[in-house]
């Protein structure tokens, strides 16, 4: 079973709207943080929101104020909402799942593209 779900990329126009989900349905040890990264071409990956299981957010800077991440804990399903994109916002998305016990690995989705027109 796939650890990480990943749903809901797309291609949309600058000032638009996009609702990203991730749902960790593969995993069955206790998750902590769960957010998004993302990596444009020549450029590393990079934070953009995570929440904690008690509901702590970090955003980067470059998405505060237009970015929005909420989580299901029941369903441990993350949902980032990307309101005004820009063409900087395009990348491929990547779902983080990071466990309570720091003696496993992060979990990543297989990533989905995220395109902003001009």
């Known amino acids: 079973q796939v650890p990480l779900v990943e749903s809901g990329g797309g291609l949309v126009q600058a000032g638009g709207s996009l609702r990203l989900s991730c749902a960790a349905s593969?995993?069955?040890?206790?998750?902590?943080?769960m957010g998004w990264y993302r990596q444009a071409p020549g450029k590393q990956r990079e934070l953009v929101a995570a929440?904690?299981?008690?509901?702590?957010?970090n955003y980067a800077d470059s998405v505060k104020g237009r970015f929005t991440i909420s989580r299901d804990n029941a369903k441990n399903t993350v949902y980032p909402q990307m309101n005004s994109l820009k063409p900087e916002d395009t990348a491929v998305y990547y779902c983080?799942?990071?466990?309570?016990?720091?003696?496993?690995?992060?979990?990543w989705g297989q990533g989905t593209q995220v395109t902003v027109s001009s």
């Open positions: 983080n799942a990071q466990p309570a016990n720091s003696r496993y690995s992060d979990y």
């Open positions: 929440i904690t299981s008690g509901g702590s957010t």
């Open positions: 593969g995993i069955i040890i206790r998750i902590n943080a």
